[in-house]
């Protein structure tokens, strides 16, 4: 089993930054995929970004490419989805997730173990 736990969402104006951070245990950190999602009310949720192992390879949802950053630390257990330039379409419950499996996925269900979500709230 792997537990994962959410932190770093807010209210935060538009233009702004915010850092989101998800600590792991339960397993070998560096062995799993990590990634994110998020949910916005009234919408399915969906696939913001992932990371590879190692921390090497990434890949980014369309609507975030080029504004989101996602990075881990395995000597800390953790990853980060740092989000500048938010949007007030960017607020949602964002999700950190992770797969044992090889390979970068952005469908929700090739992922094995999920956190209870923060809230981003992206507002004037």
């Known amino acids: 089993q792997v537990q994962l736990v959410e932190s770093g969402g807010a209210l935060v104006q538009p233009g702004g930054s915010l850092r989101l951070s998800c600590a792991a245990s339960?397993?070998?950190?560096?062995?799993?995929?990590m990634g994110w999602f998020r949910q916005a009310q009234g919408k399915e949720r969906e696939f913001v970004a992932t990371?590879?192992?190692?921390?090497?390879?990434?890949t980014y949802a369309e609507s975030v490419k080029g504004r989101f950053t996602i990075s881990r630390d395995n000597t800390k257990n953790s990853v980060y989805l740092q989000m500048n330039s938010l949007e007030p379409e960017d607020t949602a419950i964002y999700y950190c997730?992770?797969?044992?499996?090889?390979?970068?996925?952005?469908?929700?269900?090739?992922?094995?173990?999920w956190g209870q979500g923060t809230q981003v709230t992206v507002s004037s």
């Open positions: 997730n992770a797969k044992v499996s090889r390979g970068l996925e952005s469908e929700a269900l090739k992922y094995d173990y």
């Open positions: 339960g397993r070998t950190f560096s062995l799993l995929i």
């Open positions: 990371i590879s192992r190692g921390g090497a390879s990434t």
